[in-house]
Nanobody, 128 residues
Framework: QVQLVESGGGLVQPGGSLRLSCTAS????????IGWFRQAPGKEREGVSC????????RYAVSVKGRFTITRDDAKNTVYLQMNSLKPDDTAVYYC?????????????????????WGQGTQVTVSS
């Protein structure tokens, strides 16, 4: 089974930080562009950030730029999302996936392949 498993979410106060992990099993992340997505209650899933393979170029949605950092550790088959200065509007379930066509230009326009199987995601709640 090829899977991406998200972890690291939790409850945090505004201004706090979390680091999310996206770990692959059944395949290597080394040659794939990976995106982070999130879905808040009552809203559509939106692209947050992405990182390309080999060159590790990164892109961020306007809403998170300057606060979030995406990195990868191919030796650990993992992509991370460091989230700082968290806001209540960041509250959502966060998912990771391969981006369609290895796209990583505008995270708001990211899509996933038709055969993508979303994982369970990890819940991030920012509240005082």
């Amino acid at each position: 089974q090829v899977q991406l498993v998200e972890s690291g979410g939790g409850l945090v106060q505004p201004g706090g930080s979390l680091r999310l992990s996206c770990t692959a099993s059944g395949f290597s992340l080394r040659w794939h562009t990976i995106g982070w997505f999130r879905q808040a209650p009552g809203k559509e899933r939106e692209g947050v950030s992405c990182i390309t393979y080999t060159t590790a170029n990164t892109r961020y949605a306007v809403s998170v730029k300057g606060r979030f950092t995406i990195t990868r550790d191919d030796a650990k088959n993992t992509v991370y999302l460091q989230m700082n200065s968290l806001k209540p509007d960041d509250t959502a379930v966060y998912y990771c996936a391969k981006t369609s066509g290895n796209y990583c230009v505008d995270p708001a326009s990211m899509t996933v392949n038709d055969d993508n199987n979303w994982g369970q995601g990890t819940q991030v709640t920012v509240s005082s």
